[in-house]
T-cell receptor, first 116, second 118 residues
Framework: AQSVAQPEDQVNVAEGNPLTVKCTYS??????LFWYVQYPNRGLQFLLK??????LVKGSYGFEAEFNKSQTSFHLKKPSALVSDSALYFC??????????????FGAGTILRVKS | NAGVTQTPKFRILKIGQSMTLQCTQD?????MYWYRQDPGMGLKLIYYSVGAGITDKGEVPNGYNVSRSTTEDFPLRLELAAPSQTSVYFCASSYPLDPRISSTDTQYFGPGTRLTVL
């Protein structure tokens, strides 16, 4: 069965420091990997995705993520955190011939807190 | 474009009551989805639709029903509300650039409906 693990419930970082939000996955076949962000009382917003090609994917708001097939990871990174980056971050995976259409399987989410 | 809109934003139901959560998208997306979000659990797929007149069950469909009479609308029906259905419900849509690999599509989410069943 497909699954996503976000091992940290919360990540704390000081403004201006680099941030990493971790994600590992388990899926049969080639994975398609996504990061979404959720601000308080809002829906999820798409940040970036990896489908194929370059392992380093750049997305919205200066975020990037690196696909590592051997470690089955897709960690989200940003070189310099902003207070406004504080939110709930979800990693999700899908794959060809997934159950339930093009179902996204979501991780439990990681709260990012950036302190000034 | 308004994107994906959901109504109501909040609702409190009594056990056994019924209600319909509304979802509309104006992006002409074929695919639409309903998820529920529980604390610490991520999002779970309830139902999805690949086009008008076509719906199918997701991971947690029990206690819910859906219909898709138009491309734009995908209402979610709760017939007999139970406390276990207390959750935040999100509707999403996507456009399959290639239906053979629709699992690569980006999903666009509505703002959510917070439902409490007492």
């Amino acid at each position: 069965a497909q699954s996503v693990a976000q091992p940290e419930d919360q990540v704390n970082v000081a403004e201006g420091n680099p941030l990493t939000v971790k994600c590992t996955y388990s899926v049969s076949g080639n994975p398609y990997l996504f990061w979404y962000v959720q601000y308080p009382n809002r829906g999820l917003q798409f940040l970036l995705k990896y489908i194929t090609g370059d392992n380093l994917v750049k997305g919205s708001y200066g975020f990037e993520a690196e696909f590592n097939k051997s470690q089955t990871s897709f960690h989200l990174k940003k070189p310099s955190a902003l207070v406004s980056d504080s939110a709930l971050y979800f990693c999700a995976v899908s794959a060809p011939r997934m159950e339930y259409g093009n179902k996204l399987v979501f991780g439990a989410g990681t709260i990012l807190r950036v302190k000034s | 474009n308004a994107g994906v809109t959901q109504t109501p934003k909040f609702r409190i139901l009594k056990i056994g009551q019924s209600m319909t959560l509304q979802c509309t998208q104006d992006m002409n997306h074929n695919y639409m989805y309903w998820y529920r979000q529980d604390p610490g659990m991520g999002l779970k797929l309830i139902y999805y639709s690949v086009g008008a007149g076509i719906t199918d069950k997701g991971e947690v469909p029990n206690g819910y029903n859906v219909s898709r009479s138009t491309t734009e609308d995908f209402p979610l029906r709760l017939e007999l509300a139970a406390p276990s259905q207390t959750s935040v419900y999100f509707c999403a849509s996507s456009y399959p650039l290639d239906p053979r690999i629709s699992s690569t599509d980006t999903q666009y989410f509505g703002p959510g409906t917070r439902l409490t069943v007492l």
